[in-house]
């Protein structure tokens, strides 16, 4: 099984960038896909982005498109979002994940999950 580790939450004002990474280990000889989903208290966990094993396929919720960009390094064993633009609604614990096999939006799709990693946008 793949293990996943985020890190680089914390605070940013409204406009500003931040990079969250995740750090997977375990299986990794077998191709996975990766996604960063968010969650906030009481609504439903939403997809950010996702990843394919080599990079050549990246996919995008409308909220992500043109100001996150989803990227991984297989040889550091790193996912990273890098977010620019940020608003007060991009507030959540943001959420890696994994799976063998393509990229999806679902995330029942997803067995594998992180701990989290928390992101608070003050306006």
């Known amino acids: 099984q793949v293990h996943l580790v985020e890190s680089g939450g914390g605070e940013v004002q409204a406009g500003g960038s931040m990079t969250l990474s995740c750090a997977f280990s375990?299986?990794?000889?077998?191709?996975?896909?990766m996604a960063w989903f968010r969650q906030v208290p009481g609504k439903e966990r939403e997809f950010v982005a996702a990843?394919?094993?080599?990079?050549?396929?990246?996919v995008y919720s409308d909220t992500a498109k043109g100001r996150f960009t989803i990227s991984r390094d297989n040889a550091r064993q790193t996912v990273q979002l890098q977010m620019q633009s940020l608003r007060s609604e991009d507030s959540a614990v943001y959420v890696c994940?994994?799976?063998?096999?393509?990229?999806?939006?679902?995330?029942?799709?997803?067995?594998?999950w992180g701990q989290g990693t928390r992101v608070t946008v003050s306006s």
């Open positions: 375990g299986r990794t000889s077998d191709e996975f896909s």
């Open positions: 994940a994994a799976r063998y096999g393509s990229t999806t939006t679902l995330s029942s799709r997803y067995p594998r």
């Open positions: 990843v394919s094993y080599g990079g050549g396929r990246k």
